[in-house]
């Protein structure tokens, strides 16, 4: 526990220093970059050594405050999480003060380095809060800490719009997290974790439980249709807090429900089925809204949208199979959603960076104002169409270990489960590939619009590569999706303690249940070094067999012409537009603008396409727009007179203290 507090106190001690320098920008970048990724490095040690096998770490202090308690502890469930925050932080912390150098000299960035060393702070004492009031605590400091590093460029009305939804978004999801936990630590007398683990949630009864922590900590996660704020904040952070927004701060909502899943009475099938259809239905409608969208970041936003579905798709089955007795389903999911936490992470922690360096050497987020960029910077393209790869669940990659182990719990459902449970598993599995053929759709679509063919503006065709100092955190990002996908049984042996603990079973039994493969790490290790090595040799036969016949090669978007031109090309709308228009649900359709061309010497014609989130269009919107019109009634209050305010405050005291005094009596 020692280098987990040594983690904290660098946290707070780079915060300090970032407002202490403030009047110091370079020096203030530094102490707090500093500070982030040391911090980053002590926590790091525990966690993977608790996940190694070694005892859960715990501290607990006294602390002076009404009902609140300082209790800390690091378990195998919190140290999963706790592991992607540490081993992101530190190339994000690297990669931010490459990021943030040109903003030296323009802006103050003090508070904006004290509340980045706050988030990382508040973000690891919610995984290892063993407390419910610390954990509502450091909760509302994570919130404020994001919202502040979201509105960083708070000049811009699109980036404080995005901060304004994110802080609503935080407080909505927070009001049910205060109810859950009044009501699980008035049954348990104490607001103490183990005391409510103890009595199992007493008389609350489980599924009001579940769902406030699944309303409260799914806002977080981005669960369907609380996904609202998502692709708002991530596009408006600076690149390296978009990276852990999402490949860490989504998770917390996740490591929240399976907290209080862990607090409660086994959980019944009912609920892993509501997990696992919330579960799918983001994973379809976030890929979905990410082939529509022009803005690069925003299209890696609604991707997380997606992989959150899969984790949890994955948690849901895992839940489902427990209560219905069939135990290699339920470790085989298990494992398969806590892995593809760790690789998520990894794999969006990249697609963000890389997207970062992406938009600083050309200016802009818009898709079609770029291509060619990977001849302009092959090192950076390089590692963005590695990260697209992954996304895609591509071997040789991790994100294809992970969805490869969902399949196959989803397979193993469908031919040994019963009855309905088969069906269910059956359906699963046919929406689970969808939303692979759908991503790969998403991600071919990134990587070809934006790195490949000619430029499409000014801004791409003298973009510049970004300098050595931003190639470090993207290459070890890049080997660590490499390495996990090579290597994914010595990773899923070290997530095996997590998943024994949300399945109540013995980390041995889970890895014999879940079948060879899982165990060694053998086959599908094999499995992928057989594709890497046959992709190698087609491509090498064809380089061949292009040689010996004298043919010339042409450019790949080029379609058919000689002299390549951005005009003969897909452009980012063009390329899914037939999908989405025809296949997609009409919820999900583009309205699309059309000016055609004219008259018998025509000017130029114009194709538009914007695909709107349902969630905010027939949802939250008119749910928000009817209540600002009733709220507006009560502005008639607000006279702005001080004595009139006064009276209110008085009138409501005397109501309070009424109230109380009615109450009192015997």
């Not at 899923?492 to 879940?514: I, Y």
């Not at 090498?540 to 090309?569: H, K, Y």
């Amino acid at each position: 526990m020692t280098a987990f507090l040594a983690a904290l106190a660098l946290f707070a001690a780079g915060a300090l220093a970032a407002v202490a320098l403030s009047s110091r920008p370079r020096l203030a970048l530094a102490a707090a970059t500093a500070a982030a990724a040391l911090g980053c490095a002590a926590g790091l040690l525990p966690a993977l050594r608790v996940l190694a096998g070694g005892p859960a770490l715990d501290l607990s202090l006294a602390w002076n405050a009404p009902l609140a308690g300082f209790h800390l502890r690091l378990d195998p469930l919190a140290a999963l999480f706790l592991a992607p925050l540490f081993a992101l932080g530190i190339p994000a912390s690297l990669f931010g003060a490459w990021y943030l150098r040109p903003s030296l000299g323009r802006r103050g960035l003090g508070a904006f380095l004290c509340a980045y060393d706050l988030f990382l702070a508040a973000l690891a004492l919610v995984f290892a809060a063993r407390h419910a009031a610390l954990l509502l605590a450091a909760w509302e400091a994570m919130a404020v800490s994001s919202f502040l590093l979201v509105s960083f460029d708070h000049a811009d009305a699109q980036v404080r719009r995005a901060g304004l939804v994110y802080l609503v978004a935080s407080h909505l999801g927070a009001a049910f997290l205060f109810a859950l936990f009044l009501l699980l630590g008035r049954e348990a007398g104490s607001f103490d974790l183990d005391a409510i683990a103890a009595v199992r949630g007493g008389a609350v009864a489980p599924a009001l439980a579940f769902g406030l922590a699944l309303v409260g900590f799914g806002v977080k996660a981005g669960l369907p249709p609380l996904h609202l704020w998502l692709p708002e904040a991530h596009p408006a952070a600076p690149s390296h807090v978009s990276a852990l927004m999402s490949g860490v701060l989504v998770k917390a909502g996740l490591y929240g429900i399976l907290r209080v899943v862990t607090l409660l009475p086994p959980a019944p099938a009912g609920h892993g089925a509501v997990l696992l259809g919330l579960g799918l239905a983001g994973a379809l409608g976030g890929i979905t809204l990410a082939l529509g969208q022009r803005d690069l970041k925003r299209a890696l936003a609604c991707s997380t949208i997606e992989n959150v579905g899969l984790v949890t798709a994955g948690l849901g089955a895992a839940l489902s199979a427990r209560a219905l007795g069939a135990p290699a389903v339920a470790a085989l999911a298990a494992l398969a959603a806590l892995f593809h936490v760790w690789n998520h992470a990894l794999m969006k922690g990249l697609a963000f960076l890389s997207a970062g360096a992406v938009v600083h050497a050309t200016g802009t987020r818009d898709l079609e104002a770029m291509g060619g960029l990977l001849r302009r910077m092959p090192a950076v393209g390089g590692l963005l169409l590695a990260a697209c790869a992954a996304l895609s669940a591509l071997p040789p990659w991790n994100g294809f270990a992970s969805e490869w182990l969902l399949f196959s719990a989803l397979l193993r459902g469908a031919v040994d489960a019963p009855g309905a449970a088969a069906l269910g598993a059956g359906l699963a599995l046919t929406a689970l590939a969808l939303v692979s053929g759908l991503a790969a759709l998403a991600f071919t679509r990134v990587a070809g619009v934006a790195l490949l063919g000619e430029p499409r503006s000014e801004a791409a065709r003298t973009a510049h590569a970004p300098g050595a100092a931003a190639w470090g955190p993207l290459l070890a990002l890049g080997a660590g999706c490499l390495a996990l996908g090579l290597f994914p049984g010595a990773a899923l042996r070290l997530v095996a303690p997590a998943a024994a603990q949300l399945l109540d079973r013995p980390a041995e039994e889970l890895l014999l249940a879940a079948g060879p493969a899982v165990r060694a790490g053998g086959g599908l290790q094999a499995g992928v070094l057989a594709f890497v090595a046959l992709a190698g040799a087609l491509e090498l036969w064809r380089r061949l067999r292009v040689r010996r016949q004298g043919q010339v090669a042409g450019e790949t978007w080029g379609c058919g012409f000689t002299v390549p031109s951005a005009r003969v090309q897909y452009t980012a709308s063009s390329y899914a537009q037939l999908l989405l228009s025809t296949v997609a649900p009409r919820l999900l359709q583009p309205r699309a603008r059309v000016t055609p061309p004219q008259g018998v010497f025509p000017g130029a014609a114009r194709f538009e396409q914007r695909v709107q989130d349902p969630a905010e269009e027939r949802l939250f919107g008119p749910l928000f727009h009817a209540a600002a019109r009733r709220f507006r009634l009560l502005r008639g209050l607000q006279s702005g007179k001080l004595n009139l305010q006064l009276l209110y405050t008085l009138v409501t005291l005397v109501v309070l203290v009424a109230i109380l005094a009615l109450r009192s009596r015997p």
